[in-house]
């Protein structure tokens, strides 16, 4: 069993910036899977914002491109999700995965207009 703990989220005004990162409490399974990053809305369903394999290849959802960036740091075990020029659209609890069979208790992000 691994645990993924989520944290960094917040209230921040359009245009701002968040930092989400993603504990998980095994290094090992961690440095050999990919991860990602998804977020569900009020009334919509949950959706993919990027992933990142084990060695580092990334995938972005289109309306995210060239604003977040996913990134992993295998010595902790840590996967982040740097998120610039924020929009109301992109409020949501954001989850953080391991392969899809693990998931984090999710953070809200919420961006104000």
């Known amino acids: 069993q691994v645990q993924l703990v989520e944290s960094g989220g917040g209230l921040v005004q359009a245009g701002g910036s968040l930092k989400l990162s993603c504990a998980a409490s095994?290094?090992?399974?961690?440095?050999?899977?990919?991860m990602g990053w998804y977020r569900q809305a009020p009334g919509k369903q949950r959706e993919v914002v990027a992933s990142?394999?084990?060695?580092?290849?990334?995938t972005y959802v289109d309306s995210v491109k060239g604003r977040f960036t996913i990134s992993r740091d295998n010595a902790t075990s840590t996967v982040y999700l740097q998120m610039n020029s924020l929009k109301p659209e992109d409020t949501a609890v954001y989850y953080c995965?391991?392969?899809?069979?693990?998931w984090g208790q999710g953070t809200q992000v919420t961006v104000s207009s």
């Open positions: 990142i394999t084990s060695g580092g290849s990334t």
């Open positions: 995965t391991l392969d899809r069979r693990y």
């Open positions: 095994s290094r090992i399974i961690f440095s050999i899977n990919p």
